[in-house]
């Protein structure tokens, strides 16, 4: 079992920036690529950024260029830097850990950028 717990979400002004972290627990040795998603309110879960286990990233093209995704394996843990924050950014950020077959959900941390 993997268990991921999430931190460093809060209320930002527009154009500040926040740094989100996910803690994994368990048995980590199992997780390949881990990612960052969103879910504002009306709106499916959408793809903020991946980082696989080598280090590659992709991103959704809205965050390109702001956020940027990083990972220590030492630590277990993977951060979110985001900077230039939008109020369009607003939205609960979850951490996902996948594996071979299955996939993991963290609690999700409240992301607000006032205008």
């Known amino acids: 079992q993997v268990q991921l717990v999430e931190s460093g979400g809060g209320l930002v002004q527009s154009g500040g920036s926040l740094r989100l972290s996910c803690a994994a627990s368990?048995?980590?040795?199992?997780?390949?690529?881990m990612g960052w998603y969103r879910q504002a309110p009306g709106n499916q879960r959408e793809l903020v950024a991946r980082?696989?286990?080598?280090?590659?990233?992709n991103y959704t093209d809205s965050v390109k260029g702001r956020f940027a995704i990083s990972r220590d394996n030492a630590k277990n843990t993977v951060y979110l830097q985001m900077n230039g924050l939008k109020p369009e950014d607003s939205a609960v950020y979850y951490c996902?850990?996948?594996?071979?077959?299955?996939?993991?959900w963290g609690q999700g941390t409240q992301v607000t950028v006032s205008s």
């Open positions: 996902k850990a996948e594996r071979t077959f299955t996939w993991v």
């Open positions: 368990g048995s980590i040795n199992s997780i390949n690529t």
């Open positions: 980082i696989t286990k080598g280090g590659m990233t």
